[in-house]
């Protein structure tokens, strides 16, 4: 027999796409996960970093606005979900280049989360999802 699972919706909220904006979407999701007492929650702080800059840089959204929600999906995971303007093309990783400060996001995304994926919308929006595990316990290095 299968388990439910109790997914509880933190919140959502829509923020311009100037680069200003990552840091408001930042504190935003760490007022959210503080107020759902998630702890070890920079990993999901860095995740939503990356998305909302992707969506900036690599969409229409620029023009526009971002939307950014957040939910508790239980187990330690949280589904932080960023939905652009839309753009021409998928997002998808790069394979870092050492040379450049840029073409990180989207791989620091997948090392951060258990799992991420991009869906499209009927309006060739995308909006782009990440599972980041909260630990309640971080374990150190040394046990």
């Known amino acids: 027999m299968g ?3 109790m997914c509880r919706h ?3 909220f829509l923020l311009p796409g100037v680069g200003a904006s ?3 979407a930042r504190r935003c999701t760490a007022a959210l996960l503080a107020a759902a007492e998630c702890r070890n929650i920079g990993d999901a702080l ?3 970093s990356e998305l909302v ?3 900036i ?3 229409r959204s620029s023009e526009g606005w971002v939307r950014i929600g957040v939910v508790d999906i239980g187990d330690g995971l949280i589904d932080i979900e960023v939905l652009d303007e839309g753009a021409a093309t998928v997002p ?3 394979i870092p280049d050492d040379g450049k400060p840029c073409g990180r996001g989207l791989w620091l995304v ?3 989360s258990a799992k991420w994926g991009v869906r499209r919308t009927g309006d060739e929006r995308s909006a782009v999802w990440a599972l980041v595990d909260t630990p309640e316990k971080q374990v150190k290095a040394d046990e």
């Open 3 to 5: 388990g439910t699972v």
């Open 110 to 112: 997948d090392e951060l």
């Open 92 to 94: 998808f990783p790069r």
């Open 22 to 24: 990552v840091s408001v």
């Open 53 to 55: 800059t992707n969506a």
């Open 10 to 12: 933190l919140g959502h």
């Open 57 to 59: 840089v690599h969409s």
């Open 46 to 48: 860095l995740v939503t």
